[in-house]
């Protein structure tokens, strides 16, 4: 699985005006829509995420590494 692609999505998340929108409407439309493809367990990752947080809370979340790829299928 790419951590690097995670982190990627959640980048834009927080620095883009109109991506967090989209993908609080609908992730997985959002996320492909912005030239991301990913695999299995990249999709259940980011649907463990809750995206009704804050950007704050979203971005300090990621600056603290709380988004373990690491943990997803096993």
Known sequence: MSEEIVKEILDKYVSDETFPAD????????IRNAGFELDDEERALLKSIDFSQTDEQ??????AGT????????
Do not use: I, N, Y
């Open 58 to 63: 979203l971005a300090e979340r990621m600056s």
């Open 67 to 74: 988004f373990d790829v690491g943990q997803v299928g096993g």
């Open 23 to 30: 993908v609080r409407t609908d992730p997985e439309a959002a």
